[in-house]
């Protein structure tokens, strides 16, 4: 009984955090709809308009990089990890839904992990 409390007590918690974060993310969509409507149409206003829009690329990819360094730094923490066990982790963080399941693990070489791990980390700094 108690086990199923627990289980259903994470559930729970899991669903507020992702309803907590929906809930930000409308709350920021409302704050820019309501600026862009208060706005209006002037000449004066669209040059608001056009810095307001560099700002939200500018946090775009601000957001972004942070993403990238997320990414580096599970790459050059998990030497130890093989790629999937990576990729998992980074599934787990919100990256893509594939490779969630960390049973499909292939067994590679130290080295050759280490390899592949070095040659993504470049392509990921090139980017």
Known sequence: ERENWNREKLSLQKSLKQAEAELLKLRAELRSEAFLRELGSDPENAVLRRIYGKYL???????????????????????????EATLALIARMGGQSSYTDLRIITRHSKGFT?????????IAISR
């Open 114 to 122: 280490r390899f592949r791990s070095a040659v993504r980390v470049s």
């Open 57 to 83: 690329r500018a946090e775009s990819f601000r957001k972004a990089l942070i993403y990238q360094k997320k990414y580096l730094l599970l790459l050059l923490g998990g030497f130890q990890e093989c790629e």
